[in-house]
Antibody, heavy 121, light 107 residues
Framework: EVQLAESGGGLVQPGGSLRLSCAAS????????MSWVRQAPGKGLEWVAN????????YYVDSVKGRFTVSRDNAKNSLYLQMSSLRAEDTAVYYC??????????????WGQGILVTVSS | EIVLTQSPATLSLSPGERATLSCRAS??????LVWYQQKPGQAPRLLIY???NRATGIPARFSGSGSGTDFTLTISSLEPEDFAVYYC?????????FGGGTKVEIK
């Protein structure tokens, strides 16, 4: 059974940093592109970042470029999101999601349960 | 960035009725349109990919159609578990973007 489990969320002050983790199981993690998608409270979904199977390509939505870094450790079946210079507008539930396509086409077939990040003083 | 507009924002229907949800793109996305279902407190669930292909395990009452800029998700006969929020998403251009959602509520 495919499972994705996020951790590392919490309350952080504006300007602070936080590292999210996503533990994957039940599939060959190194064979899939992975993404982070977020959802502000009561709002819609926003794609944040993705990373190629081998970690050599990474892409970001403009609003987080230069502040967030996506990475992965295929030996540990884990995905990460390092977030810095956090702003109130980064407050959201963050989901890790698996891309169904081998080429990272942007269809997400499995999602974690989500982890809440709150940026507030 | 491609903007997706979903309508209506809320759809009030009774179990057994047909639901028709619309998603319009600001420019052509060909058939690269995806639909998700989300229930309160849960992650999104993939329903339809590439406009009309049901994902694994999705009941046949869910169907998708359209191409270019206009797309439709149809639920042929609403079951109690279908009352939720539905999002469309385009994967034609990066960044992928989502619509604002349509809430299907019990009338």
């Amino acid at each position: 059974e495919v499972q994705l489990a996020e951790s590392g969320g919490g309350l952080v002050q504006p300007g602070g940093s936080l590292r999210l983790s996503c533990a994957a199981s039940g599939f060959t993690f190194r064979s899939y592109w992975m993404s982070w998608v977020r959802q502000a409270p009561g709002k819609g979904l926003e794609w944040v970042a993705n990373i190629k199977k081998d970690g050599n390509e990474k892409y970001y939505v403009d609003s987080v470029k230069g502040r967030f870094t996506v990475s992965r450790d295929n030996a540990k079946n884990s995905l990460y999101l390092q977030m810095s210079s956090l702003r109130a507008e980064d407050t959201a539930v963050y989901y890790c999601a698996r891309d169904i396509g081998v080429a990272g086409g942007g269809t997400f077939d499995y999602w974690g349960q989500g982890i809440l990040v709150t940026v507030s003083s | 960035e491609i903007v997706l507009t979903q309508s209506p924002a809320t759809l009030s229907l009774s179990p057994g009725e047909r639901a028709t949800l619309s998603c319009r793109a600001s420019q052509s996305v060909s058939s690269y349109l995806v639909w998700y279902q989300q229930k309160p407190g849960q992650a999104p669930r993939l329903l339809i990919y590439d406009a009309s292909n049901r994902a694994t395990g999705i009941p046949a009452r869910f169907s998708g159609s359209g191409s270019g800029t206009d797309f439709t998700l149809t639920i042929s006969s609403l079951e109690p578990e279908d009352f939720a929020v539905y999002y469309c998403q385009q994967r034609s251009n990066w960044p992928v973007t989502f619509g604002g959602g349509t809430k299907v509520e019990i009338k």
